[in-house]
């Protein structure tokens, strides 16, 4: 689909959609995976642009911004997202996270949309996790064991359940009520009939699980270790609550770019600052052309990374959506 199925640009403005244009747009958990999975086998055949991401942090670490460029060969258009983490060193209440995604059509020439960027990496990173699992889970898994209840734990189960329907044991690990609360809610939102079991041992609980996914805070107790893991596990690290040796003793890695796995993923480094290789990327084993387990006893570390093409083409599902209801905002910015 190119953007001018349902986009119209008009030269010399851009269409602004803010995050309550955005939020109330309904799109369902299959489509986000869809759409996120042809943004891979996009990539892997040589379609789309995925440059290196470019980072900034001060000295003091308080704050880190990133700029991503990316180019979808499928939908023509030409995107860069931004984002920006202010109060690093502070706790979550007192933290502020800006991002925005601005997209041109690469046929016309001219700007589609700019867009709060915030609900799409909500829904983008949890629906990668979901692909890791479809692909990377031993054949016989059976629960699941989310760590962490911010913004990326609270849909991490219901994602899951959409790519793994067969998952029949649910946990969460997390440090705050309200979170806690929050991932119950949103699992009952898409599957009312499920509920998740709150874990208090971590231990204990990491090694019942199949399939763990880290979405924690840098803040985080939780720090699952390698020896704690059962044969043919699967851990996918979002944000934070894995040890490194999850990393360093799987035995196999795999990671949706390894570059941006050596540039985001230092806290993971051993002794010597050094990250193991790994294995194979995502995008091919998307495609179908490496394997994403080799046995089922495989112990498979992952790293859940953000690759811009993948919110260039859910952006783009949401443009469409939102223009196709005259939702936004027409800025006359290069007037």
Known sequence: MTSQDTVTPHDGTLRVLSTSDLAGIDISLADVVDTVEGAYRTLHAGQSDNPRKLTVKPQDGHSVSYAMLGRDGTRNVVAIKTSYKHGLDKGRDEQHYYTALTIYDDVTGLPVAMMDCSRIGSLRTPAVSALLARECAAPAARSALVIGTGTQG?????????????????????????????????????????????????????????????????????????????????????????????????????????AQMNVTGTDMADSEGKLPAVDTEFPPVIAGLTAGRHSAKERIFAYNSGLVVTDIALGHRFAQLALAQGLGTEVPLWQ
């Open 154 to 258: 609270r849909l991490a189960l219901p994602f899951l359940l959409t790519a793994l329907p067969h998952l029949d044991r649910l946990m969460v690990f997390g440090t705050h009520s309200e979170g806690i609360a929050a991932v119950r809610q949103q699992l009952r939102t898409y599957f009312p009939d499920r509920d998740v079991e709150v874990v208090t041992d971590l231990r204990a609980a990491a090694s019942d699980a199949d399939v763990i996914v880290a979405t924690a805070g840098a803040h985080t107790p939780a720090a699952v270790e390698s020896a704690w893991l059962r044969p043919g596990a699967l851990s996918i690290l979002v944000g934070h609550g894995l040890a490194p040796s999850t990393l360093h003793q799987a035995d196999r890695v795999i990671a949706t770019s390894e």
